[in-house]
């Protein structure tokens, strides 16, 4: 890439950062978000905030996107025009971040550690080349407020899975949004656990361009006190015989917010596309709130659809079946809390992140029930 | 044992039993029959505790306590137990799982030590064995995608596990064919015991025939309307509750 395309890109997403000011609860897709309100007078800003890589896996290249002269599987895939305002900014009023590239038929045994810290905005990018296969594990670090922009590429037949542990962080302000474009035959796999802060939110735009290309998205959130926790998903069936589900639980306490909004596009010509679509939110308060949205677009035929979203309260007879059996009452709710959340949990392959997740939902539990 | 006077309970705001007395001492098998809407289910929850049942007049005394005082969960560990006429499913929940943690939980509240796993493991599989409850069974979800005779075979093996002073059987014949009822009763009387208790309620005389009671109670209309010995059971079968519950009024 050469300064001057580099320039160009980081205009024309200015451009667009400039056009529509921060999003705020009046745009249908910030509804349940207000960012411009939490942020208030401080806006965007323009720092640059950090990355931080625990340990890089032999086999995956790495690049500092604050450096010149970046190699040519960066020029190519970095920084794709968009129209998504917080991923415009975070290429606009940020000077680096990440890229790593999985090389051609590579199988990374190792997972990829990959934090990002302190306030401000901030850029990276994934490439998985044809064949290739990583395990990607995501830390979320506590931040005034950050913004990352997150763009990942899946070569054909390549295989990725993201798992994003997002801790409790009181007053923080975390927006992500994640532009994932999937070849045929690739498969994203990816799990969120969220605890919640003022303000969370991981938006993913997922393009399935491939025959045979599938995502599977699941995430759990456990949110207490005044927590916020949105995951916004659009997933775009490109091409026919692709497949997407989605599976999100939320337990929402206090006077806590659980969202969730997925939309899935089944673009014209995209014939025997199969996606699947669930949200459930158990509340634990006359003030905890779930806004559970999914939604349809379809100009395909012959495609297999489905969503269903469901919000409830803890089932009696389920906790008075348990308390009869002789489990004093918080330990019988953190048992229904935990056998509800625990199928969206399963969904993580990797068993030491599965564990990892389970403990801190586990923990969370305890404080809620 | 039990020593049931006067009970009056109501279910929002509405009077289900009106004045129920009735006692149980240990080592006695005691039946409850009744047509629907007698209270019959009322009289069960009550005991066990559920929420939304309140006893308006009277008293329970078990074991000289007053059992109304106690949470569920107390009860369970001072040895009530409901066999439930509908089992919950608790998807998410090993049943082996939930059988550790609630044996456990009772043991806790007893002041007892924990089972480590491994003898938990031991003692559930050697009581499974006779009621036919297959290991995979074990480790599915609670009660998910069993059949009716396996939930009321696992609500009889969780009797054998917690083992129980007091234990009552609600309707644990419903829904069961021949051969199931046959074990389920089995697996019941293979726990009467000189030191339990237990108190069988239920629609039908058919199952009275494989777990015979001392002593039978007709309830109807939140009253105890008639007693007798096992033979009751008969006359209620041959002339139905109308006739009994009529002679009564």
Known sequence: ?369 | MLEIKNLHVAVDGKEILKGLTLSIEAGEVHAIMGPNGSGKSTLSYVLAGRAGYDITEGSIRYNGEDLAALAPEARAAKGVFLAMQYPVEIPGVTTMTFLKTALNSQRRQRGESDLEAVAVLKLVRAKAKTLNISEEMLKRALNVGFSGGEKKRLEILQMAIFEPKLAILDETDSGLDIDALRLVAEGVNALRDPSRAMLVITHYQRLLDYIVPDRIHVLAKGRIVAEGGKELALELEAKGYEHIVGQAA
């Not at chain 1, 290739?132 to 899946?154: C, K, M, P």
């Not at chain 1, 994932?180 to 735009?205: C, D, N, P, Q």
């Not at chain 1, 692709?242 to 673009?267: D, N, P």
């Open chain 1, 1 to 369: 890439m050469t300064l001057a395309l580099n320039l160009d890109r980081k205009a024309a997403a200015a451009a667009v950062v400039h056009a529509h000011g921060v999003p705020h609860r009046r745009i249908e897709e910030w509804k349940y978000s207000d960012l411009k309100a939490v942020l208030g007078e401080k806006g965007l800003g323009a720092v640059t905030a950090e990355w931080l890589v625990g340990n890089l896996p032999t086999g995956v290249e790495m690049f500092d996107l604050s450096e010149p002269h970046p190699p040519a599987w960066v020029a190519t895939h970095f920084a794709r025009a968009t129209q998504n305002v917080m991923s415009a900014a975070s290429l606009a009023l940020s000077a680096g971040g990440v890229a790593f590239r999985v090389p051609k038929g590579a199988k990374i045994a190792d997972p990829l550690k990959l934090d990002f810290t302190g306030p401000g905005h901030v850029r990276a990018l994934l490439v998985l080349e044809d064949g290739a296969s990583l395990t990607l594990l995501e830390g979320v670090g506590a931040a005034d407020f950050r913004n990352v922009g997150f763009e990942i590429v899946i070569g054909t037949g390549a295989s990725l899975e993201h798992v994003r542990i997002s801790p409790e962080a009181g007053d923080a302000v975390l927006v992500e949004e994640a532009h994932v474009r999937i070849a045929a035959g690739g498969r994203y796999r990816a799990h969120f656990a969220g605890f919640g802060s003022k303000l969370s939110r991981m938006e993913l735009e997922i393009e399935l361009d491939g025959a045979g290309a599938q995502a599977h998205l699941s995430g759990v959130s456990v949110l207490d006190g005044k927590r916020h926790s949105d995951v916004t998903t659009h997933v775009i069936h490109r091409h026919g015989d692709t497949t997407s589900s989605q599976l999100f639980k939320h337990v929402a306490g206090g006077q806590a917010r659980a969202v969730y909004q997925g939309k899935v596009t089944v673009a014209k010509g995209a014939d025997g596309s199969d996606s699947v679509q669930t949200a459930k939110a158990l509340l634990l308060g006359e003030s905890a709130e779930a806004d559970l949205k999914p939604e349809l677009e379809i100009f395909a035929d012959d495609v297999k659809c489905a969503h269903g979203a469901a919000v409830g309260d803890l089932d009696a007879d389920s906790l008075f079946y348990l308390r009869a059996r002789g489990i004093p009452e918080a330990e019988a709710r953190g048992l229904l809390l935990h056998a509800f959340l625990e199928d969206a949990l399963a969904e993580i392959a990797n068993t030491d992140q599965r564990e990892l997740a389970r403990n801190e939902l586990l923990a969370a539990l305890r404080a809620i029930a």
